[in-house]
């Protein structure tokens, strides 16, 4: 019995314990408050969209006269994501007729996700669609920066199977970016008789190092790429035909070789090498200006990028060093300031102050 006090005790401190890391949770997913973004209307010569329900048919979610807009969305980005959903409304001469479609992993907050998004863009016309992690998490390997390996990171690969039946084509933005030109273009790219997919191509990089010497050394893997010219494109932005992908399955032959570097490794990258074995070479290029990549540098060794000779439409914070984290750190790279002015956060704190 003399002990019972103790235990009495010990007891409290592990209630006091558990609610403190409750609240500790709650407060990690509300540290950030953003603010309302002003509304932009279309331009007279904008077709008028009639949107006859909320969800079917009839509304603009499913429109072909619509720009779609996909992108993920989590706590870790949603800065991110805010800057470039304002960046595309903003320069978009038909802006209320972008219809986002926002993927956050069914594990996530959706509700807070959501109401995070309609407070700042009470007029956004979007919905949020649930991807089961665990679809894909089997398949995930160890890459060489860990940051790549979360499974939301291969939800671009799923659109297909995520996204309505009645959305055909669709913009996937990565949340790093932010656009200078009118999404509209971009979206309107040709994709001809059988392309699947539309994206900036880079052929000078040296594309053997995106795969490893057991990939190449092997004829029935490195013939892959026989009879095709076979670039690197980065997956950030890209236009897609979600109905040429369902016809192909697509998702499926990204599974495929999923699957197979489990096996055998045969890449050291997370989700861009399987985009590479499937449709490298048989992609219709973009223009640069509409990726603007590599911006983001490394942020540990304060590396600052410069832009890629031409003209831009899209700035790509792609790499360790994102904008917000410098900024918020005052080390910011000059092309950070470019990045700036779409910031939406209101009342940045650190979680131990």
């Known amino acids: 019995m003399p002990r019972s006090p103790a235990i009495f005790h010990f007891l409290l401190l592990s209630l006091f314990a558990v609610f403190a890391f409750a609240n500790a949770t709650a407060v990690s997913t509300m540290i950030q408050q953003f603010k309302e973004a002003p509304q932009f209307y279309n331009s007279l010569d904008c077709p008028v969209i009639v949107d006859e329900d909320e969800e079917g048919e009839g509304s603009i979610l499913c429109s072909d006269q619509a720009v779609h807009v996909a992108m993920t969305l989590d706590t870790a980005y949603i800065r991110g994501s805010m800057a470039a959903i304002l960046s595309v409304l903003q320069h978009s001469s038909c802006p ?11 594990t996530a907050n959706a509700s807070l996700l959501r109401s995070t998004i309609s407070s700042s863009f009470p007029y956004l016309n979007f919905q949020v669609y649930p991807f089961d ?20 990171n291969y939800a671009r690969s799923y659109l297909a199977n995520l996204l309505p039946c009645c959305v055909r084509r669709v913009v996937y933005l990565d949340s790093d970016l932010v656009l200078v030109d009118d999404i509209a273009k971009l979206a309107a790219t040709p994709l001809g008789d059988t392309s699947v997919l539309a994206a900036p191509e880079y052929c000078n990089a040296n594309f053997t190092s995106y795969f490893t010497l057991t990939f190449w050394s092997n004829p029935s893997l490195s013939l892959t790429f026989a009879n095709r010219k076979a670039c690197y494109f980065n997956t950030g932005v890209m236009v897609i035909d979600l109905a040429r992908w369902r016809e192909g399955d697509y998702t499926t032959k990204i599974e495929e070789w999923m699957e197979l570097q489990k096996r055998m490794r045969i890449y050291e990258l997370g989700s861009l090498p399987p985009f590479l074995l499937v449709f490298a070479g048989n992609i219709v290029p973009v223009d ?4 603007q990549h590599g911006l983001g540098g490394d942020n540990f060794r304060g590396l600052c990028r410069d832009l890629h000779p031409g003209p831009v439409s899209l700035l790509h914070w792609s790499g360790k060093g994102k904008p917000w984290a410098r900024l918020d750190a005052n080390r910011p790279c000059p092309l950070d300031a470019l990045w700036a002015p779409y910031d939406l956060l209101q009342t940045p704190f650190a979680l131990d102050s």
């Open 288 to 291: 640069h200006r509409w990726n």
């Open 133 to 152: 992690d665990s679809s894909v998490s089997r398949l995930i390997s160890t890459s060489i920066r860990s940051a790549l390996d979360c499974p939301l």
């Open 96 to 106: 209320q007729n972008i219809a986002f479609h926002f993927v956050a992993s069914a």
